[in-house]
């Protein structure tokens, strides 16, 4: 009953008293960015922008923005405010699809507990920045091996000696003629030694200072998958501090996490700007930066291009996990979802082009003080943010505090992300089970992050690296293309574009939906029913037609790919169940039975009875039907308060 109390009381200035709104408009905008601006914005674009033309790969980027990213985040985010339900219950709209949002569950569940370990990895390398020395600087470390690169320069730098077999540093004065001559060494007249056609014995083995922490100081890596190991205790603590800041930031919903994004959204921006002004201070930036943005048109004629291009755009918005559907369900009836889908968007892509130039001009310094081609030093996902980047930081004077930016930067790009991924998990449950689970959603939150955690040690043993690959390759793929297609398809085939379409009127008014006579928004369902599906497919078949089994340091076991595939498949495959569960619930004939799977229920609609009232008006008045019913079980006639607003007794009781 105190819980119960506590909840009424939270919600009291809500206009859903039952479930709760953010806060604030601006809660919402900066939770939506700080979910769509990812780790993928740093560590993925700037790679692939390179990789593909330069700035030429700037012209299929927002081609499939236009025609692939917003569709899908327009609907999204006006589906989930117009119901204000999690992505299971919102196909109380489509009932056969359902099994869309049980996926999406499970994809954000294995999705989530991979990319906290890319928070664990974060904050493991910001903990190491709080010190004078980076410890990936030098190899005198016991996680260093003879093979360390540092090792050969500084024994060779004075010439004066040699590497041998061993990996042993030996004065050259030490060496008879004999051993002199088998390494290539000679005397010159004057004494010294010439040392030009000396080879490093161990030199097809060497790894950076950098590498070696990373694989032996950080993940302590096992040589293959098929030895676990034990669990990496440092980094089972850092993971478990990663969930118990996830859920402390959770532990009210929107009401805690909406406030926290007001420095986990907008803390990155700060961090880019200062590094992009310390990266063009600094010697080489100009060849990285050229590296990056010129253009090789030659290039759009790849169709790799043009699928790395939707790809890209589709996950960095991060559409078509439920998130977004999430986030926007505790919107306002009213909100302008519309303006609120081309902001979101606009800031993401403007963020990656950022995020390009703050990366290139730090990697075209290392690729000068290294004295190689940018190409040589260009990295993506774990490489760029673990490897080439620190080694970049070390470079630097005061590195330890360019590497504590950078590293709380991924910390908070990351966080962002994982906090709408769990969120999304916990409403989905919470949503299903109203009744039972709505007043105790904090101790599901909890459970949600205590399995999280349990599940994850896998990821920290010393074949951790594999599995955190592994669950992020194979949920993260497919599944989530093949979840925007019947979305996509669900709300303008089967739910209806123009019923649909009449359901953001009942949002956003008449202005938006008839400007110029209707026919700038008819572009929207055009989209939805066929060139956003289209261009999926086209994704989804050339990715099988040219599908590569996931690697990590080799390919994977063949026990490891059917997990993987187990993975995806447990994502994919409610989507028939719930159809076939669905039709042998319904009664009657074939085309009855269809007619009811196909058909919204009669509690689909707006949550708040006042807000049915008008959705029901507009739809008659515009061709259409709502689907569900009027009135909800349970719901007081509407009644208004002297100063407009609705009163307590108009709140809709399920």
């Not at 030490?174 to 290539?184: A, F, G, I, Q």
């Not at 006579?517 to 994704?539: D, H, R, Y």
């Amino acid at each position: 009953m105190a819980e119960d109390g506590a909840q009424i009381k939270e919600y009291a200035n809500d206009e859903n008293k039952e479930r709760g709104n953010w806060g604030s408009k601006l809660d919402f905008i900066l939770s939506c960015t700080g979910y769509a601006v990812g780790l993928g914005n740093v560590w993925r674009f700037p790679y692939l922008t390179y990789r593909n033309g330069g700035g030429a790969f700037l012209i299929p980027y927002f081609v499939m923005l236009v025609f692939a990213g917003l569709p899908i985040f327009f609907l999204e985010i006006s589906f989930g405010q117009y119901c204000s339900e999690g992505p299971v219950t919102a196909w109380k709209s489509v009932p056969m699809m359902r099994g869309i949002g049980y996926g999406m569950l499970l994809a954000n569940y294995f999705g989530g507990i991979s990319y906290n370990i890319i928070i664990t990895y974060s904050l493991y390398y910001l903990f190491s920045s709080f010190t004078s020395m980076l410890p990936w600087v030098g190899c005198n470390h016991s996680w260093n091996s003879i093979y360390c690169s540092d090792l050969f320069d500084d024994c060779v730098a004075n010439k004066t000696s040699i590497i041998v077999n061993n990996g042993t540093c030996v004065p050259l004065d030490s060496l008879n003629d004999t051993s002199r001559d088998y390494y290539k060494v000679s005397v010159l007249p004057n004494g010294s030694y010439d040392i030009s056609n000396y080879m490093d014995p161990l030199g097809d083995g060497r790894e950076r200072s950098v590498e070696e922490f990373w694989i032996n100081g950080v993940l302590r890596e096992s040589p293959s998958m098929n030895e676990t190991g034990t669990i990496v205790w440092q980094l089972a603590l850092t993971l478990l501090l990663a969930w118990i800041i996830v859920f402390l930031c959770l532990i009210k919903g929107i009401k805690s996490s909406g406030k926290v994004v007001y420095f986990t959204a907008t803390f990155p921006y700060l961090v880019l700007i200062i590094l992009l002004v310390r990266g063009l201070t600094l010697p080489g930036y100009y060849e990285g930066i050229k590296f990056f943005i010129t253009p090789d048109v030659s290039q759009l004629a790849e169709s790799r291009v043009w699928l790395d291009a939707a790809v890209q755009i589709f996950y960095s918005l991060s559409a078509a996990w439920g998130g977004l559907l999430t986030l926007a369900s505790y919107n306002k009836f009213h909100n302008n979802c519309y303006f609120d889908s081309i902001l979101v968007p606009a800031i993401n892509s403007c963020t990656s082009l950022l995020a390009g130039f703050v990366i290139f001009s730090i990697i075209g310094f290392m690729a000068h003080e290294l004295d190689l081609p940018v190409s040589e030093v260009a990295e993506s996902g774990f490489g760029l943010a673990f490897i080439a980047y620190p080694e970049a930081v070390a470079r630097m004077p005061i590195s330890p505090l360019w590497a504590i930016l950078f590293f709380l930067m991924l910390l908070t790009l990351g966080l962002d992300s994982e906090f709408v991924i769990i969120e999304s998990v916990v409403t989905a449950i919470v949503d299903d089970y109203p009744d039972k689970l709505r007043k105790h959603k904090t101790k599901v939150t909890f459970c949600a992050c205590v399995v999280g955690y349990l599940i994850g040690l896998i990821c920290v043993t010393n074949a951790g690296g594999y599995w955190a690959s592994l669950l992020d390759s194979y949920s993260a793929g497919f599944p989530i293309i093949v979840f925007a297609i019947l979305e996509s398809v669900g709300i303008s085939w089967i739910y209806g574009a123009k019923r649909f379409t009449n359901d953001i009127r009942s949002m956003v008014g008449d202005a938006y939906i008839d400007f110029l006579g209707g026919w700038p928004f008819k572009v929207w369902p055009l989209m939805w029913s066929m060139i956003t599906p289209a261009i999926l497919m086209f994704v989804l078949m050339f990715s099988f037609l040219n599908w590569e089994e996931p690697e990590y340091n080799g390919p994977y076991p063949v026990w490891a790919r059917i997990i993987g595939w187990l993975i995806s498949v447990s994502c994919v495959v409610w989507i028939p169940v719930i159809m076939v569960y669905e039709f042998f619930r319904a009664e009657g004939n074939l085309q009855q039975r269809w007619k009811a799977m196909s058909s919204p229920t009669d509690n689909w609609g707006p949550a708040l009875q006042q807000f049915r009232d008008e959705a029901w008006e507009v739809h008659k008045a515009h061709g259409t039907t709502m689907g569900g019913a009027l009135k909800l079980p349970g719901a007081m006639p509407v009644q208004y308060t002297p100063d407009g607003e609705v009163g307590l007794e108009n709140i809709a009781y399920e």
